[in-house]
């Protein structure tokens, strides 16, 4: 079985900033493309940033220069520093990682989702 555990988000004041993270563990054997989505209440999923196993990124217009997407390989974890937030960055925000677990196998794997609410 292979879990992605997220945290870090909350409530902050435009302007502000958040740090999400997602651990990803369990049977892995390697850790592919991780990334960040988002889903405001009414709206459809979409992606925030991504990034390689290798550190390529890659990031949604309306974040880039605001938001920071990292990872650590050896624990398996990805980042996502929020800058200077604005009320319509509210959202869910899901973690998502391409996996291969110990059998070779590969899967898509999601995060239960954190809350990221920034008031006006």
């Known amino acids: 079985q292979v879990q992605l555990v997220e945290s870090g988000g909350g409530l902050v004041q435009a302007g502000g900033s958040l740090s999400l993270s997602c651990a990803a563990s369990?049977?892995?054997?390697?850790?592919?493309?991780m990334g960040w989505y988002r889903q405001a209440p009414g709206k459809q999923r979409e992606l925030v940033a991504s990034i390689t196993r290798s550190g390529s990124s890659n990031y949604a217009d309306s974040v880039k220069g605001r938001f920071t997407i990292s990872r650590d390989n050896a624990k398996n974890t990805v980042y996502l520093q929020q800058n200077s937030l604005k009320p319509e960055d509210t959202a869910v925000y899901y973690c998502?990682?391409?996996?291969?677990?110990?059998?070779?196998?590969?899967?898509?794997?999601w995060g239960q989702g954190t809350q990221v609410t920034v008031s006006s």
């Open positions: 998502n990682a391409e996996i291969v677990n110990i059998w070779g196998v590969s899967k898509d794997y």
């Open positions: 369990g049977n892995i054997f390697r850790t592919n493309t």
